[in-house]
């Protein structure tokens, strides 16, 4: 809970970061946050324990469940106060406790919309590499979103973009650098998704469920969030509730067309077995690859560039046949905006 209170002051919530040192504390004086989380000792650390219990007190504010609490979470017009929540709060996790443990056991949804940045800019590229119609597929794609991003509109520091122009999703200022090759708009024939608890984000169920992990004084990502709901509803997506591993595996390529496979700020949610399954079934994939049918693999994940680099939210793509590949940027953070482009990326 330390740990990610300062990530969520980095990241720019000081709400939830003032909010997880009072559980820290809570849970330290064996209060109501540690009983809520009893038997939860064990967990590992990227299965983001910190996050699901505050998305699900999140959710019960958004349900009206919590009205006391509500008075402080921007989200639904509160104060913002985290030192006034807290008492509120303590007392959600007492007369909720039971609600709160259920909740627990699912895994954090949080389906950020700013990473759209990214897989945009990837696709430039892969237009750029071969400009053929596209399969968008994403391992971990939660509610989808973001296999909608060919129609978001994504906008340079200097004003120029990709993407309707009308589009409800405005990701202003999302690139910097050499910005990624201009040409033609990505022709999105087919949108394949996967997750362990695929979210229908054209659902009220739903929408509560991803709105829930949004942290509730980042209002420009809830903006985001909520207008890519609306373009959800007229852009449709196949998720299947399955495994990486397993949805990977059975992934062909189709004559005619590019398959882009894309992940963002999951890979730490494998263990390392499926992550060499995923690994390996595309190396599989891609030897079938030839001038009539392409691979490629865009993602955004922490890694670095050579051993004695620090960490960054690095983009990396691989193409196939061949099976290069190169680095084409970074994002500032784990939400994705902004992007810098490589210099070299093209």
Wanted: charged share 25%.
């Amino acid at each position: 809970m330390r740990q990610q209170s300062g990530y969520c002051a980095e990241l720019g919530s000081p709400f939830y970061a003032v909010l997880l040192q009072q559980l820290a504390d809570d849970v330290e004086a064996g209060g109501p946050a540690a009983r809520v989380l009893s038997g939860h000792e064990a967990d590992r650390g990227p299965s983001a324990l910190a996050l699901r219990l505050l998305g699900s007190v999140h959710r019960l504010v958004l349900e009206r469940a919590a009205p006391r609490l509500a008075l402080h979470y921007p989200s639904v017009g509160g104060d913002g106060d985290p030192v006034a929540a807290w008492p509120a709060l303590r007392d959600v996790l007492t007369e909720h406790g039971t609600r709160l443990r259920a909740l627990l056991h699912q895994p954090p949804q949080t389906n950020e919309v700013g990473r759209a940045a990214v897989l945009a800019g990837g696709l430039a590229h892969v237009v750029a590499w071969r400009d053929r119609p596209v399969r968008l597929v994403e391992i971990g794609a939660s509610g989808g979103l973001n296999l909608r991003a060919d129609r978001f509109r994504v906008e340079s520091a200097d004003g120029l973009g990709v993407g309707p122009p009308d589009s409800p999703v405005v990701l202003r200022d999302a690139w910097t650098g050499a910005t990624p090759p201009s040409g033609p708009a990505p022709r999105v024939v087919e949108r394949l998704g996967c997750d362990l608890s695929p979210v229908d984000a054209t659902s009220t169920e739903g929408r509560l469920q991803l709105t829930s992990y949004v942290w509730p004084d980042q209002l420009d990502r809830l903006e985001r969030l909520r207008a890519a709901f609306e373009v959800a509803r007229s852009v449709p997506v196949a998720l299947e509730r399955t495994g990486a591993g397993v949805f990977v595996r059975r992934l062909e390529l189709v004559p005619g067309t590019t398959t882009v496979v894309w992940h963002s700020i999951m890979w730490q949610y494998l263990d390392p077995t499926e992550q060499a399954s995923v690994d390996e079934s595309l190396d599989r994939l891609g030897a079938t690859a030839g001038e009539d049918r392409g691979l490629v693999r865009i993602s955004l994940e922490p890694a670095r560039r050579d051993p004695s680099a620090p960490r960054e939210m690095l983009v990396r793509m691989r193409t196939w046949p061949g099976g290069a590949e190169r680095v084409l940027g970074a994002a500032l953070t784990a939400h994705g905006l902004p992007v810098v482009w490589d210099a070299l990326a093209r």
